[in-house]
């Protein structure tokens, strides 16, 4: 357990050490771009439970605001004290095998950021190391998630790009799809992509699909064609191989998704989904 005399000195510090107008800031003051890593980071975790505001606002919304670095490392020390205690109620859940996935990849995403702003942690006395060793040991057995790191940015000559704008111009609707003209996004942004034109899928069809809830509004919109619907579908299973891990990280069932897709239409004769682009 993080002892509370840290973690009240980030929440002092993140009110007071601003620095003063007209005097050069400290690397750990300046903005971090809104477009960093760090900020879908802290967005995962608090939709996980390991904290209860946005404090940046939402993105959706249009109320997200940059944070300073230090900011940033606030709330790492702040989240790694919630998660810490988290985990060690579920010591004794019997559900908790069948969280652990859920559970190690949110303690990789807090290394994460502990490895990002291990400067701006020693600031308020934290080592970064000792930070997360206590959660280490939690899940020193435990296997290492596989695949690239979800916040690694995705090339921007990646096929999936030219997928989901494919999907796009074919009449699917989703908010903040990440364009590869706009510069390279992580794969979570693209996993959060692929999970936004599956819920418009589903509320066309009338129809959950792997737990991607159909939207209650409006009325289910027919596709034009079969072999419209065919292409669609073939174009999301593809996205669906490449970014299960980050569907998963959403509470997305990608077996489901792939049951529920399989259903619409027939798969092909062979996988056409390409392997993971590590």
Avoid at 66 to 94: C, I, K, Q
Avoid at 205 to 232: N, S
Wanted: a negative charge.
């Amino acid at each position: 357990m993080i002892p509370w005399r840290i973690v009240l000195c980030a929440v002092l510090a993140l009110a007071t050490a601003l620095p003063a107008g007209g005097q050069e800031s400290k690397p750990i003051f300046r903005d971090v771009p809104l477009d960093h890593w760090s900020y879908q980071a802290v967005e995962y975790l608090a939709e996980a439970g390991s904290y209860s505001r946005r404090p940046m606002g939402s993105a959706k919304e249009g109320r997200r605001r940059p944070l300073v670095r230090y900011e940033l490392g606030g709330l790492t020390l702040l989240m790694a004290g919630e998660f810490t205690r988290r985990v060690g109620n579920a010591a004794s859940d019997p559900s908790r095998h069948a969280r652990l996935f859920e559970l190690r990849m949110q303690a990789d995403t807090l290394a994460l950021l502990a490895e990002e702003y291990a400067a701006e942690l020693a600031e308020v006395g934290a080592d970064s190391i000792m930070l997360m060793a206590p959660i280490r040991m939690v899940f020193a057995n435990a296997p290492a998630i596989p695949g690239p790191s979800p916040f690694e940015d995705v090339p921007t000559d990646h096929w999936a790009y030219n997928n989901l704008q494919t999907l796009l111009e074919a009449g699917l609707h989703a908010e903040g799809v990440p364009a590869a003209a706009h510069g390279a996004r992580t794969r979570y942004a693209l996993g959060r992509g692929t999970a936004d034109l599956l819920r418009d899928l589903a509320r066309r069809l009338g129809r959950d699909i792997g737990g991607v809830k159909a939207a209650a509004e409006g009325r289910p919109d027919p596709l034009e064609t079969p072999a419209q619907r065919l292409d669609e579908i073939q174009a999301l299973r593809r996205l669906v191989h490449e970014f299960a891990l980050e569907l998963r990280m959403q509470g997305y069932d990608d077996a489901a998704i792939y049951r529920d897709l399989d259903a619409l239409g027939p798969a092909p004769a062979t996988d056409s989904a390409p392997a993971r682009q590590d």
